[in-house]
């Protein structure tokens, strides 16, 4: 390996480091601002139509689906939220938590070609998880599907020793993610700049450096090892985030390779799959730490709701590729829709809907 790439690569592992901070940072200012108010309105679901309306704001605001998902176990561990209204939360958690991703991608805002097809990479997450919503909340609305299974599942796990896991890039990232916050008085507004202005800057950085690398044949590597077919770039998207513990993490890491032109849509879209089946790890273990067959349970329609949706989906992974590419061609011509699309999915539909239909 020539001298000059090994100061490349040691620049991107420095420059990805940075870009952990900046989306742990960030996510970090927005628990400041809303968790507390997130876990207030968990706590007033009163039908699964709600619910599922309050999990995806809930999860926009905190920006991530772990926290949303363990205050959910929590909550119905301690028996003050039933199972029935617990799982439409859980999968408006799982749409809400791709707003991290969109966000990502608008460091590309600045360039049309590479921003449209970051935009597209990043909100085909968003319309994988409509597509599963669609099919799967009428089913367990009607017929409960998902409650039903993960019993049985659940029942068999009862009384299993509890176990703990401990994210190693958490722990990498946690000392200047406090740094940071304690050197900005823990101040949300000031931790949210400081965020964005990080990862604008190490997306440039990430695109810059990657380029430089492909002449010492990156791109090859990508694509013919950890992305050289579906189930490979499945279980390397399921791995990486029971690893990071935050599918948003693990998502977003892709979205600068996707500007660049090094990885398409349809190379990352399993990939993309694996880390919704990853990220339920983290309230799997949450409902074995509380020992209660009904957290055991919703934890159990995480996952079958993340797996089950990977599988019927990925045949039809044509549709959501589709209006992910077409929002983006929209959002080129026109930055309102970028604007409409976020505040009205992630914010203004759900407080709507919320608010209305109580």
């Not at 690569?9 to 940075?18: A, D, F, G, H, T």
């Not at 068999?156 to 176990?163: A, H, M």
């Not at 990939?271 to 990220?279: A, C, M, P």
Request: charged residues 10%; hydrophobic residues 55%.
């Amino acid at each position: 390996m020539k001298k000059g790439s090994q100061w490349s690569y040691l620049l991107l592992l420095l420059v990805l480091y940075v870009f952990f901070v900046s989306i742990d940072l960030m996510s970090s200012s927005f628990m400041l601002f809303g968790s507390g108010f997130a876990e207030s309105l968990i706590n007033t679901v009163s039908s699964p139509f709600i619910g599922l309306f309050i999990g995806i704001l809930a999860t926009s605001l905190v920006q991530s689906s772990s926290l949303t998902t363990s205050i959910v176990v929590g909550l119905v561990a301690s028996g003050a939220l039933p199972v029935r209204l617990a799982v439409p939360l859980i999968m408006g958690a799982n749409l809400g938590t791709s707003i991290t991703n969109t966000l990502v991608a608008l460091g590309h805002i600045t360039r049309k070609h590479e921003f449209k097809k970051a935009f597209a990479g990043a909100t085909v997450d968003d319309f994988f998880n409509i597509c599963v919503l669609l099919v799967f909340f009428p089913l367990e609305y009607f017929f409960h599907f998902l409650e039903k299974v993960a019993f049985f599942f659940s029942s068999s796990f009862v009384g299993i020793e509890t176990v703990s896991f401990h994210s190693p890039l958490k722990a990498i990232v946690k000392p200047a993610v406090s740094f940071i916050t304690n050197l900005l008085f823990s101040s949300p507004w000031l931790m949210i700049l400081v965020s964005l202005i990080f990862l604008f800057v190490c997306l440039r950085l990430i695109i810059k450096v990657t380029r430089n690398i492909l002449s010492t044949k990156f791109e090859n590597f990508l694509h013919h090892y950890l992305f050289r077919g579906p189930l490979v770039a499945y279980f390397l998207g399921f791995l990486i985030t029971v690893i990071v513990e935050s599918s948003s993490v693990t998502t977003s890491l892709v979205i600068p390779f996707i500007g660049a032109g090094i990885l398409s849509i349809d190379r990352i879209f399993p990939y993309i799959l694996g880390t919704k089946v990853g990220t339920t790890f983290t309230s799997i273990l949450a409902a074995l730490a509380t020992s209660s067959p009904f957290a055991l349970t919703i934890a159990f329609v995480h996952f079958l709701y993340a797996f089950f949706g990977s599988l019927i989906i990925y045949p039809f992974r044509r549709i959501p590729i589709w209006m992910a590419n077409r929002l983006a061609v929209a959002a080129v011509k026109n930055k309102f829709w970028i604007i409409a699309y976020i505040t009205g999915l992630f914010y203004i539909l759900p407080i709507i809907i919320i608010i209305f239909m109580r």
